[in-house]
């Protein structure tokens, strides 16, 4: 839960999914979708699907027992070298070597390594360096001192080098290099989409349901559930509301009327820029074909994992009631 999010954030969450979670057993006989439903809003889905997996290969192949050795650990899904290192060596004191993004920005200060330090081959020098490094005892306490020098010493900007232990090996400080490294490759924009959602609404009396879709197993938001979403390039020609209520026809197997039109809105992932238009629907005729989706109360979405911008349209509609 902490790779690519804040200890502040990941708290209740940690705690709610250990609540429901106990022991590896638990977690290996969960569904997928419950699994994604108690993570939703930390983003980064493939990580639950990860955790998940891993669980049952450890509950199947391991007795229940988390390997101790990185080779082992790193053959789980979802487990990268930084983790089975981290894990090898802070639980089981195995001499494994770590590089995050601190260790990284250390190490490349230190060395006075110029090459951008996401290159490939930087990276195979540093992860060189850092298994160079690690004592054959106490490997954890060390993998965590690094960790720490650089998330409260070593900074990105301003680093406190009048307090660093390693100041006086440090070739960067020697050289008056600290602030100009490390350096990085020039980032890759993300690619700019357009998702067109549909929110479908079926009124019986004072009830309203409205329909969900699971998305593709692979891909963006993978096994997570969406209003019906048409997604185009940026550059794409924008539907027109005919040509939108033609393509859910298609979709669904429902004939729909334009009811609203939503505030459109930006959603960012690492690698997307999304641009979100809404369109508030009204079925007319027609039933829902069977296994395209389901039909779903607004206040009935617990076990629904849903991607944060459909979580944001739900709101939307609530408010609207």
Not at 204 to 233: C, D, I, K
């Amino acid at each position: 839960m902490l790779q690519q999010t804040q200890v502040a954030t990941v708290i209740s969450y940690y705690r709610r999914f250990l609540d429901r979670f106990p022991t590896l057993e638990a977690l290996a006989a969960a569904d997928e979708q419950e699994v994604l439903a108690l993570w939703q809003g930390l983003g980064y889905y493939r990580r639950a699907q990860h955790l998940h997996a891993a669980a049952c290969v450890i509950v199947a192949d391991h007795a229940s027992r988390v390997p101790d050795t990185a080779a082992a650990l790193a053959r789980l899904p979802g487990v990268g070298r930084y983790t089975a290192g981290a894990v090898a060596s802070i639980a089981f004191d195995q001499p494994a070597p770590i590089l995050d993004g601190n260790v990284a920005r250390v190490l490349a200060r230190v060395y006075a390594i110029a090459e951008p330090i996401d290159a490939t081959a930087t990276r195979t020098q540093l992860w060189q360096l850092a298994g160079e490094l690690v004592p054959r005892r106490n490997a954890g306490q060390f993998n965590q001192a690094l960790m720490e020098l650089g998330a409260l010493c070593c900074l990105p900007r301003n680093p406190q080098c009048t307090r660093c232990p390693l100041r006086a090996e440090c070739r960067a400080h020697r050289d008056d290099r600290v602030h100009e490294l490390p350096r990085r490759s020039p980032r890759r924009e993300p690619v700019n989409v357009t998702h067109h959602v549909a929110i479908i609404e079926r009124s019986r009396g004072r009830s309203r349901v409205y329909v969900f879709m699971p998305r593709p197993a692979s891909g963006l938001w993978s096994n997570m559930w969406q209003f019906p979403t048409l997604e185009l390039a940026a550059d794409a020609r924008a539907p027109r509301p005919a040509d939108l209520l033609d393509w859910v026809r298609e979709q669904t197997g429902l004939t729909c009327r334009l009811a609203a039109t939503l505030d459109a809105f930006t959603h960012q992932t690492t690698h997307r820029t999304i641009r979100v238009r809404a369109s508030h629907l009204h079925i007319t005729a027609g039933r829902l074909r069977p296994r395209v989706g389901q039909w779903r109360k607004l206040d009935n979405l617990a076990d629904l994992p849903l991607p944060n911008p459909h979580r944001r349209l739900v709101d939307a509609i609530q408010r609207m009631k």
